[in-house]
């Protein structure tokens, strides 16, 4: 089954204790995406990825690293959480970059930081 | 990315049809208007997406007005699943970033 798959699903965890969230995908796509989503805030692109080895900044990356070393796998690291990273997080994947082509998203990640 | 708005909440009966509309007066040629859904904290859900021709596939139609400047989303047999946050988004071609923004979308509640 094509999916995006996120690991964990929720975690609690407490300030400065450095944390990854996993995130994979079996569709072969280029692109991959993470998002956060805050109340009233909608969904905010933190980082994202067009390809191995090929990362940038979307709108709030402060706090935040991906790599993307394979193709599946993009990788969300918080190397020093804090109380207002607690939020949902979505990794997302589409097979090719811009307007025309739609994103698979992960089921999410609640992430709470003490 | 153009601007969306939409109401903030709708309601529809089981079976009936439901009919979602979205502003987007500011659409450029070439952005495309694309529809998701959100299940309660779910990851949102693709549904359909159009340039400027109606659009239909086994989720949903799109009906995209000639001046491009709305469009509405329509689940021609509602369901209690089909119940959700609906986003209209309007997003260039060639956006690198891939970003996708989503504005406030319309809660949908389908009643039995």
């Known amino acids: 089954e094509a999916q995006v798959t996120q690991n964990p699903r929720y975690l609690i965890t407490v300030t400065g204790k450095k944390l990854t969230v996993t995130c994979s995908q079996n569709?072969?796509?280029?692109?991959m995406s993470w998002y956060r989503q805050d109340p009233g805030l909608g969904l905010r692109q933190i980082y994202y990825?067009?390809?191995?080895?090929?990362?940038d900044k979307g709108d709030v990356p402060e706090g935040y690293k991906v790599s993307r070393k394979e193709k599946r796998n993009f990788p969300l690291i918080l190397e020093s959480p804090s109380p207002n990273q607690t939020s949902l997080y979505f990794c997302?994947?589409?097979?090719?970059?811009?307007?025309?082509?739609?994103?698979?998203f992960g089921p999410g990640t609640r992430l709470t930081v003490l | 990315d153009a601007k969306t708005t939409q109401p903030p909440s709708m309601d529809c009966a089981e079976g009936r049809a439901a009919n979602l509309p979205c502003n987007h007066s500011?659409?450029?040629?070439?952005?495309?208007v694309y529809w998701y859904r959100q299940i309660h904290s779910q990851g949102p859900q693709y549904i359909i997406h159009g340039l400027k021709n109606n659009e239909t596939n086994e989720m949903a139609s799109l009906i995209i007005t000639e001046d491009r400047k709305s469009s509405t989303l329509i689940l021609p047999h509602a369901t209690l699943r089909d119940t959700a946050v609906y986003y209209c988004?309007?997003?260039?071609?060639?956006?690198?970033?891939?970003?996708?923004?989503f504005g406030g979308g319309t809660r949908l509640m389908v009643k039995p």
């Open positions: 997302a994947s589409s097979p090719a970059a811009g307007g025309k082509s739609e994103q698979f």
């Open positions: 569709m072969n796509h280029e692109y």
């Open positions: 500011t659409i450029s040629g070439n952005e495309y």
């Open positions: 988004i309007v997003r260039v071609a060639n956006n690198a970033g891939n970003m996708l923004t």
């Open positions: 990825s067009m390809n191995v080895e090929v990362t």
